[in-house]
C-alpha cells in the first residue's frame, strides 16, 4: 500500500505551497450577529512541504498552529491566501483553499489528520473496523472483501492485529487506540498526514513506539508529515524543517538543525531556552532567557511587532512597525526587523 | 535521612471497585526531607498521585489506606502518624492547608468559579492564622504580589476565570504558600501550561523555596522539569519506588533497567537526531500485576528470577536505592531479617 508519486514527483519536489495564508475568526455580539471585529488565528502563513519530509509547525497554545493543520485538510475553508498542492494524480497544480467541498472531496483521501486525544477521536460506538475503513467507505467505492483487506492492512501496518477490527475502543490502551487512529489515516493511502499533537497525550515510553512508528510508515509508505507540536525535543528528534508561529503570525522557518543550532528570532530563542533540559548539570538556571508577561490577546494584538512588549531586544522601530517575512539565507525565513544584528543563542548543546 | 519532613513507610493504598482491587499504592518507602525538592516521577497509573493525596488524607472511596505509615515530622519535633487520623477531623484539618498545602495540575477545576480569588485564599488564611477579614485581605494581596502577579490590589477582586492559566496557578500558589506551609505537595503543577509559562512558574516555586525554605514534594510525568528542578528523585513504576537517588546520580548514574529505559526514550533537545528506544509493551492492566518484579515483561536486562521474587530495595550507595534483582549482591536498604531471607533463594 505505498504511495506513488503522482506524475513524475520525487523526495524534494515541493507537495504543497502555503502561501499568505488567512484565517479570521469573526467575533459576534449581540442577538443579530453583529461582527464586533475578528480573531486572526492564522495570518500571512507561507512555507512549503516537500514531498517525503516531515515539516513542524511548533508555537505555544492559541498561536494558530492547530488552525494552519486544520486549514490544509480542509476542516476549515481559509479566509484568504492560497494552498497550492502538486500531489494530483492528473499532474495539475490545484489550490485547495478555493475549492468548493464537492471539489475537494478528491483530495481528503490525499491529505489525512491524525489527532492528539485517541480517547475522543474514535468512535466508541463503532469497532475498530467502522472506525478505521470510514474514510473508505466515504471517500472510495471500495466495499465488501476488499474493504476488509484494506483495513486489516492499515491495521497490521500499525502493529497491532488483524483480529482486532472487531473489538471496540474502549478494549485499547491509549498507545493502542492512538495507532487505530494512524490506521484510519493510512487507509486511504494518503500523501500528506497532518499530524496535530501526535504523541502529546501518550505517556513517555509509548510515547518513543509512536514516534518510531510514525517514522518508519514515513519512509515506508513515502509519506509527508506536517507535524503540529509544542513539544520541541519532539520536533527537533522528527522534523526535517520547522516554521515557528507567534499569535497567528509565522516568525521565523529554518531547517532543523540551524533553527536549534542558531535561531534568528528572539521568540524562538526564548522558546527553546525555556524548555528544560534532561541533565541537571546543566541547569545553569542563570543564563536562560525567561519571558516576561503573557502572550498577546490575537483579537487585540498590540501595533508593530506582535513580540515586541516581550522581547528583551525590542527597539522603538518594533513597536511601530509590523516586520514582514523575509529570506535571510537559503531556506531561512524570519520576520524580525534586526534579525541580522542579533546574536542568538540556540538550544545548549550537550 | 534524619532531616525527614514526611515518611512514608510501606504505605499501600488499594481500590477496592466492583471489578477488583487496584493496587494503586504497594509498598512505598520514601522520606521527603525538609526544604528541599523531592520529584516523584512515574507514568500514568504508577500512584504518584495517590501517594500525595494519601498524605493529605482526601483518598476518594473506593481507595483507603489498607497500611503502612505516614509519619509527619511537625513543629517541635512532633511526630504524627497521618495514616491513623480521621480523614474528616480536626487534627488531620491543622494539617491540610495549613502546614501541608496542595496544588493541582488543572487550577481552573482548584479554584472555585463563584468566589473572588481574594475570598479563597482570604478564607485560607482566616481558617489557619485567626485574623481578622481586613488583615487576611491585606496578606492576601501581599501574596499575590510575592507570586508576582501584575497589580495584585485590583486581582484580588477578580474570579478565576478573568485569570490566564499561567496567572491562575500563580494565584494556587499564592494561596498554598498563605500559611506558611513547611511541605508543599505539587501535583503536575505546570503539565496544563506552555512551555514558557512553565519556565516561569518552575522559577516562582524555587525562588519562593529559597525565602520560605519549605519543602517541596513535586508530582510529574517529565523528566525534564525533574532535571530541572530536583534535589532528590523517586522514580515510580506500578504502585512502588524503584530506584530513589539524588538528581545528578539518578540522571548520570541510574541503575534500575526502568528508569534507564525511560531516559533512554525521551527525544532530547540538546541531542542530534539518535533513534529513541522505546520501552517494549506497555503499562500492564492494574487489575492484573505481573508476578515478581512488575517491571519484568518490559524489561530487556529480565532474568529468570525476575518472575518470581519481588526485588527489595538494595543500597546502591548511600542515599542511592534501586529495587531491582541485579543488584541483589549489595545490602538491602531497609535491613529487615525476613528480606534477606529472599536474597538466599536467588
Known amino acids: 500500500m505505498s504511495?506513488?508519486?503522482?506524475?513524475?514527483?520525487?523526495?524534494?519536489?515541493i507537495l504543497l505551497q502555503v502561501r499568505n495564508l488567512k484565517m479570521y475568526f469573526p467575533i459576534v455580539k449581540g442577538a443579530f450577529g453583529a461582527v464586533k471585529g475578528y480573531v486572526r488565528a492564522a495570518d500571512d502563513i507561507n512555507f512549503d512541504i516537500r514531498f517525503g519530509e516531515t515539516v513542524g509547525l511548533v508555537g505555544e497554545s492559541g498561536?494558530?498552529?492547530?488552525?494552519?493543520?486544520?486549514?490544509?485538510?480542509?476542516?476549515?475553508?481559509?479566509?484568504?491566501?492560497?494552498?497550492l498542492y502538486y500531489g494530483s494524480n492528473d499532474g495539475q497544480v490545484v489550490d485547495l483553499a478555493e475549492?468548493?467541498?464537492?471539489?475537494?472531496?478528491?483530495?481528503?483521501?490525499?491529505?489525512?489528520?491524525?489527532?492528539?486525544?485517541?480517547?475522543?477521536?474514535?468512535?466508541?460506538?463503532?469497532?475498530?473496523?467502522?472506525?478505521?475503513?470510514?474514510?473508505?467507505?466515504?471517500?472510495?467505492?471500495?466495499?465488501?472483501?476488499?474493504?476488509?483487506?484494506?483495513?486489516?492492512?492499515?491495521?497490521?501496518?500499525?502493529?497491532?492485529?488483524?483480529?482486532?477490527?472487531?473489538?471496540?475502543?474502549?478494549?485499547?490502551?491509549?498507545?493502542?487506540?492512538q495507532r487505530i487512529v494512524i490506521a484510519r489515516a493510512l487507509v486511504t493511502n494518503p500523501r500528506l498526514v497532518v499530524c496535530d499533537e501526535a504523541v502529546a497525550a501518550l505517556d513517555v515510553s509509548i510515547r518513543a513506539q509512536v514516534l518510531n512508528l510514525l517514522e518508519n510508515l514515513r519512509n515506508d509508505l513515502n509519506l509527508t508529515y506536517l507535524f503540529v507540536s509544542h513539544d520541541l525535543s519532539v520536533?527537533?528528534?522528527?522534523?526535517?524543517?520547522?516554521?515557528?508561529?507567534?499569535?497567528?503570525?509565522?516568525?521565523?522557518?529554518?531547517?532543523?538543525?540551524?533553527?536549534f543550532a542558531r535561531p534568528l528570532h528572539p521568540y524562538t530563542e526564548a522558546l527553546m531556552s525555556s524548555v528544560p533540559i534532561q541533565n541537571p548539570r546543566q541547569r545553569n538556571r542563570g543564563a536562560r532567557i525567561r519571558l516576561?508577561?503573557?502572550?498577546?490577546?490575537p483579537s487585540n494584538p498590540p501595533t508593530g511587532c506582535y513580540f515586541h512588549p516581550r522581547c528583551r531586544y525590542a527597539q522603538e522601530r518594533c513597536r511601530v512597525e509590523q516586520p514582514v517575512l523575509r529570506e535571510v539565507a537559503p531556506n531561512r525565513m524570519v520576520a524580525c526587523h534586526f534579525a541580522e544584528e542579533l546574536d542568538l543563542q540556540g538550544a545548549i548543546q550537550a | 535521612m534524619n532531616d525527614s519532613l514526611l515518611e512514608f513507610k510501606d504505605l499501600r493504598v488499594h481500590f477496592f471497585t466492583d471489578e477488583g482491587v487496584v493496587k494503586a499504592v504497594d509498598g512505598v518507602d520514601l522520606s521527603v526531607p525538609r526544604g528541599k525538592t523531592t520529584c516523584i516521577v512515574g507514568e500514568s497509573g504508577c500512584g504518584k498521585s495517590v501517594m500525595s493525596l494519601a498524605a493529605m488524607r482526601i483518598v476518594q472511596k473506593p481507595g483507603r489506606i489498607v497500611s503502612g505509615q505516614i509519619l509527619w515530622h511537625g513543629k517541635n519535633g512532633k511526630v504524627t502518624d497521618l495514616s491513623e487520623l480521621s480523614p474528616s477531623g480536626p487534627d488531620i484539618r491543622k494539617v491540610r492547608g495549613g502546614e501541608i498545602a496542595m496544588i493541582f495540575q488543572e487550577p481552573m477545576t482548584s479554584l472555585s468559579m463563584l468566589y473572588t480569588i481574594g475570598n479563597q485564599i482570604g478564607e485560607v488564611i482566616r481558617l489557619h492564622q485567626?485574623?481578622?477579614?481586613?488583615?487576611?485581605r491585606n496578606r492576601t494581596i501581599e501574596m499575590l504580589r510575592k507570586v508576582r502577579i501584575p497589580r495584585p490590589e485590583r486581582l484580588v477582586d477578580e474570579y478565576p476565570f478573568r485569570l490566564s492559566g499561567g496567572m491562575r496557578q500563580r494565584a494556587?500558589?499564592?494561596?498554598?504558600?498563605?500559611?506558611?506551609?513547611?511541605?508543599?505537595?505539587?501535583?503536575?503543577?505546570?503539565?496544563?501550561?506552555?512551555?514558557?509559562?512553565?519556565?516561569?512558574?518552575?522559577?516562582?516555586?524555587?525562588?519562593?523555596?529559597?525565602?520560605?525554605?519549605?519543602?517541596?514534594?513535586?508530582?510529574?510525568?517529565?523528566?525534564?522539569?525533574?532535571?530541572?528542578?530536583?534535589?532528590?528523585?523517586?522514580?515510580?513504576?506500578?504502585?512502588?519506588?524503584v530506584e530513589s537517588a539524588d538528581a545528578d546520580t539518578l540522571f548520570n548514574n541510574p541503575k534500575h533497567p526502568y528508569t534507564q529505559a525511560l531516559l533512554g526514550s525521551i527525544p532530547k533537545i540538546t541531542a542530534t537526531r539518535q533513534p529513541l528506544e522505546p520501552i517494549q509493551g506497555m503499562v500492564p492492566n492494574p487489575f492484573r500485576r505481573p508476578a515478581g518484579c512488575s517491571f519484568h515483561p518490559r524489561c530487556a536486562q529480565a532474568m529468570a528470577a525476575c518472575s518470581e521474587i519481588v526485588p527489595e530495595a538494595y543500597r546502591i550507595a548511600d542515599g542511592h536505592i534501586a529495587r531491582c534483582l541485579l543488584y541483589a549482591d549489595n545490602q538491602p536498604a531497609g535491613g529487615e531479617p525476613a528480606q534477606s531471607m529472599m536474597r538466599s533463594m536467588r
Open chain 1, 235 to 259: 520536533v527537533r528528534y522528527i522534523c526535517d524543517r520547522v516554521v515557528v508561529m507567534y499569535v497567528g503570525k509565522m516568525v521565523e522557518s529554518a531547517p532543523v538543525n540551524d533553527l
Open chain 2, 130 to 136: 485567626g485574623v481578622s477579614k481586613q488583615e487576611a
Open chain 1, 99 to 177: 475549492l468548493s467541498e464537492d471539489q475537494v472531496r478528491p483530495y481528503r483521501r490525499d491529505i489525512r489528520m491524525i489527532f492528539q486525544d485517541p480517547y475522543s477521536s474514535l468512535n466508541p460506538r463503532m469497532p475498530v473496523f467502522e472506525n478505521v475503513g470510514e474514510g473508505l467507505l466515504n471517500l472510495t467505492d471500495i466495499r465488501g472483501k476488499d474493504l476488509e483487506e484494506r483495513v486489516k492492512d492499515a491495521i497490521v501496518r500499525v502493529g497491532l492485529r488483524p483480529e482486532y477490527i472487531r473489538r471496540f475502543p474502549h478494549a485499547f490502551s491509549g498507545g493502542e487506540r
Open chain 1, 63 to 83: 498561536c494558530g498552529k492547530t488552525t494552519v493543520g486544520r486549514c490544509i485538510v480542509r476542516a476549515y475553508k481559509p479566509t484568504g491566501g492560497q494552498m
Open chain 1, 292 to 297: 516576561e508577561g503573557e502572550v498577546a490577546d
Open chain 2, 172 to 241: 494556587m500558589i499564592a494561596m498554598a504558600l498563605s500559611c506558611n506551609p513547611a511541605l508543599l505537595i505539587a501535583d503536575e503543577p505546570t503539565t496544563a501550561l506552555d512551555v514558557t509559562t512553565q519556565a516561569q512558574i518552575l522559577d516562582l516555586m524555587l525562588d519562593l523555596q529559597r525565602e520560605y525554605g519549605m519543602g517541596i514534594m513535586f508530582i510529574t510525568h517529565d523528566l525534564g522539569v525533574v532535571a530541572e528542578i530536583a534535589d532528590y528523585v523517586a522514580v515510580m513504576y506500578l504502585g512502588r519506588v
Open chain 1, 3 to 13: 504511495t506513488q508519486p503522482a506524475s513524475g514527483q520525487q523526495q524534494g519536489d
